[in-house]
């Protein structure tokens, strides 16, 4: 059965420095998610491609963090610099096209811990 | 804006319990309502959604039946079992917008 692919698993930096997540979403999926969930709550969008394009990422701090998706296939996120709020669980996701119609299938996430 | 609150575990039971976690929600217009299950150590799973109200999702013994009268989406499952414990969280979907919004989980341990 497919899977949404993420890489690191885990990481561990220092505050002040820049960290890159990878995800690789199910193959043929247009869309992609990238949330953040912090310890004991839900997670929250930072950012939606369709394709190549960002769709939403009202909820992305944009002056530490970006997010590509170059060729509309996997796509890297980025923090930098690096402060200790951000640490948390990424979890990337995908789904076929936009819309309640189709389900997110979620990858194992990254953990994050910056100290 | 949309929102949804859940019940705050952890929920301790016995394995052939019977558990029911609530779940209420607000949010204009006609959302879909999903839960998802989130294991040790991996992401989340849909485990159930409804995307009208009165419709009911089941799935893996688990129901949850969307309720507009009272906005609620309540989980239920009438016997668990060990493999069960898990966190749990409700979640909406605004008719015509992409964005999942969560509740903040439930932990759920079922012991032998």
Redesign the interface.
């Known amino acids: 059965e497919a899977e949404?692919a993420q890489s690191p698993r885990y990481k561990i930096t220092e505050k002040s420095q820049a960290v890159a997540f990878w995800c690789d979403p199910i193959s043929g999926h247009a869309?992609l998610y990238w949330y953040r969930q912090i310890l004991?709550?839900?997670?929250?969008?930072l950012v939606?491609f369709q394709d190549e394009s960002v769709?939403?990422d009202s909820q992305l701090p944009k002056d530490r963090f970006s997010a590509e998706r170059l060729k509309g296939v996997d796509s890297t996120l980025k923090i930098q610099p690096a402060e200790l709020g951000d640490s948390a669980m990424y979890?990337c996701?995908s789904s076929l096209e936009?819309?309640?119609s189709y389900?997110?299938?979620?990858?194992?996430?990254t953990r994050l811990t910056v100290t | 804006g949309n929102s949804?609150t859940q019940m705050e575990g952890p929920v301790t039971l016995s394995e052939e319990a019977f558990l029911t976690i609530n779940c209420t929600y607000t949010a204009t217009g006609y959302?879909?309502l999903f839960w998802?299950v989130q294991y040790p150590?991996?992401?989340?799973?849909?485990l159930l959604k409804a995307?009208k109200a009165d419709d009911k999702g089941s799935n893996k013994g688990f129901e949850a039946t969307y309720r507009k009268e009272t906005t609620s989406f309540h989980l239920e499952k009438g016997s668990v079992q060990v493999s069960d414990s898990a966190v749990y969280?409700c979640?909406l979907?605004k008719?015509a917008g992409?964005?999942?919004t969560?509740?903040?989980?439930t932990r759920v341990l079922v012991k032998p």
Not at chain 2, 102 to 105: I, L, P, T, V
Request: hydrophobic content about 35%.
């Open positions: 949404v869309t004991g709550q839900g997670p929250e969008l939606q769709v939403d979890l996701a936009q819309g309640a389900e997110q299938y979620f990858g194992p996430g | 949804v959302p879909s998802y150590g991996e992401g989340l799973q849909l995307t969280f979640a979907l008719a992409n964005k999942l969560f509740g903040g989980g």
